[in-house]
């Protein structure tokens, strides 16, 4: 139970780091 908290952290990590990297690609693509 104790890992939920973590794995809730994680997605919130994940999604900030998949908007990070497509923003990368965006960038590169201009």
Request: cysteine-free.
């Given at each position: 139970?104790?890992?939920?908290?973590?794995?809730?952290?994680?997605?919130?990590?994940?999604?900030?780091?998949?908007?990070?990297?497509?923003?990368?690609?965006?960038g590169?693509?201009?």
């Amino acid at each position: 139970m104790a890992n939920m908290g973590f794995f809730n952290d994680f997605d919130d990590f994940a999604l900030i780091l998949v908007l990070f990297i497509l923003l990368v690609i965006v960038g590169a693509a201009d």
